[in-house]
């Protein structure tokens, strides 16, 4: 079955005044929604990324530079992803759909792994 | 994997909550009373991290042991970063390596501390946050905060204060402990009695508050009321802190909160305690109450507490209304006013006056309460005189009463509640 990437993006996130409760309460949609695909054996993989611009590497000339990501507190950056398993676009689509990082302000992009067949 | 012990699926409820007064006061018996904000930083970390990554990851297998170990390793950070801004200070020097040593041993052990060293860590907790130096509206927050874990928004709901307001107290109070130097400690038997009824107090002022009609948050007000209840059980449960003031408050919350399913009707109207379907109190709560009612009587002390809790026992446990030995209850209110002559128990007093000796006898007593410019805006004041008023057939000054209490209303169905005071007075048929 094919593999998709669920890129989620979001702005860095100040969290500070939520109460353990809300904390809770947030983190308990995410892990039923997790939990969920686990059990129909669709989640591959998931990380959270630092909230940074990381680093970019370019060649110029044969030579490397390596430069810091954009970075700004209002700046949009990719937050996390998840590896699923999906039939196609429109399934992955649908797991996506319910992701509940989707909340106003953050948004998720679906992208499909190149299939390579090796007979 | 055969084992998973804490985590199924979905956490605990209220475990977060839970967990953070919990960590915060094994955090602060290590760190010293006033690091208490250090503590707290260090859990609010460990919790922002955990929704960072656990949506990603899942919950661990040990969600607990996780939080600790991010909260003590956060915790060990801050204190190695605040070591090297110091100068040589020997005595401090030790203490800091102990606490860290400390620290680092528990920070890798998976959460194996027995439960009464947990209960122990909470009890000094609490002897801080509501140490008899502290003004007690600051107590009150600091403990719901830090040893109950509510967040200052909900603290704010609950109260009707600002956000800023209720941090404000927070900061004000962590500075008066590290100013006043509060130990970390169940404080000893010489001084118990004092801190003890400081820690009271502050049980029952948030009780008090939890329990009020008034505005304010009703889910987060029953969370008050469940958590004065849990911390009051803890005391009650401890020798070092069970004394029969102790039950008598236990009792006295248990017999009120028994009666919260049944004070309110399907839309929310606040019922009369002649109105409430008796059927809906919450029997085995009331039951529990007697129980530590019969604790507290050990000992000669009779405090407000055990007047009250007596009170609260006669209605919970009285059949029907029109049973109501009431002659008991105004003896009870009398010995109540001797040693709290409060606005509330004045009033009560009146009712109780006007259901042994007739509505006439209720005026007469809620005219001799002295009436400052607070007690001028009590609603209750106001709705007890309309009512014996209107008993007494007097329309016109019952229906000024009601439009007096009318005006203090502070909640909704408190305005409906007067209104349809107000309807009856006008004729049954008007009144639906």
């Known amino acids: ?119 | 994997l055969a084992q998973r012990s804490e985590n199924v699926d979905q956490l605990v409820d209220h475990l977060f909550r839970q967990e953070f007064g919990r960590m915060v006061s094994h955090l602060a018996r290590i760190l010293g009373a006033p690091r208490l904000a250090m503590a707290e930083d260090a859990v609010q970390y460990a919790m922002l991290q955990a929704l960072e990554v656990w949506p990603y990851q899942g919950a661990p297998e040990y969600p607990r042991a996780w939080l600790a170990k991010v909260a003590y390793h956060r915790a060990l950070d801050v204190l190695k970063s605040e070591r090297k801004l110091r100068f040589y200070d020997d005595e401090k020097e030790v203490r800091l390596r102990n606490q860290l040593e400390e620290l680092q041993a528990t920070g890798t052990a998976e959460h194996l501390r027995f439960s009464q060293e947990v209960a122990d860590d909470r009890l000094a907790l609490i002897f801080v946050c509501c140490h008899p130096a502290l003004p007690r509206p600051a107590s009150v927050a600091l403990t719901l905060r830090v040893v109950c874990g509510f967040g200052v928004e909900e603290i704010a709901r609950a109260f009707l204060a600002t956000e800023t307001a209720v941090t404000q107290r927070l900061v004000r109070a962590k500075r008066m402990i590290r100013d006043e130097a509060i130990r970390f400690e169940v404080p000893d038997p010489g001084q118990l009695d004092e801190r003890l009824g400081a820690v009271l107090e502050v049980l029952y002022l948030f009780f008090t508050e939890g329990y009020a009609a008034t505005a304010g948050d009703r889910l987060i007000k029953n969370d008050l009321c469940a958590e004065a209840i849990r911390l009051a059980q803890s005391l009650a449960e401890n020798p070092a802190t069970a004394v029969p003031e102790c039950h008598a408050l236990l009792a006295l919350m248990l017999f009120q909160a028994a009666r919260l399913p049944a004070r309110t009707d399907a839309l929310g109207d606040l019922l009369l305690l002649e109105e409430q379907d008796r059927t809906l109190w919450d029997r085995p709560m009331i039951h529990l109450g007697l129980a530590h009612l019969a604790q507290a009587g050990h000992g000669d002390r009779l405090s407000a507490y055990h007047l009250q809790a007596e009170i609260a026992a006669m209605h919970s446990t009285t059949e029907h209304f029109t049973l109501t030995n009431w002659k008991h209850i105004l003896a009870l209110y009398d010995l109540l006013c001797e040693k709290q002559p409060t606005p509330v128990v004045l009033i009560n007093r009146a009712i109780a006056m006007a259901q042994v000796k007739g509505p006439a006898a209720g005026l007469d007593a809620l005219k001799a309460i002295p009436v400052d410019d607070q007690l001028g805006r009590y609603i209750f004041l106001h709705s007890a005189e309309g009512e014996f008023h209107r008993q007494l057939g007097n329309s016109t000054e019952a229906e000024a009463s009601f439009h007096r209490a009318l005006a203090c209303a502070r909640t909704e169905p408190q305005q409906r509640f007067l209104l349809r005071k107000l309807a009856a007075l006008r004729g049954p048929e008007e009144s639906v």
């Open chain 1, 1 to 119: 079955m094919p593999n998709f990437l669920l890129l989620l993006h979001q702005t860095p996130t100040s969290f500070r005044n939520l109460s353990p409760e809300e904390i809770q309460k947030i983190l308990g949609s995410h892990i039923a929604w997790r939990e969920a695909l686990v059990k129909r054996n669709k989640m591959r993989a998931g990380e959270k990324l630092t909230d940074d611009g990381g680093r970019h590497l370019r060649t110029k000339g044969g030579m490397v530079s390596v430069t810091d990501g954009p970075f700004s507190e209002s700046q949009e950056i990719l937050g996390g992803f998840f590896m699923i398993e999906a039939e196609d676009y429109e399934e992955a689509v649908e797991i996506a759909r319910t992701c509940p990082h989707l909340v106003e302000g953050r948004w998720i992009e679906v992208r499909r792994v190149q299939p390579v067949h090796v007979t």
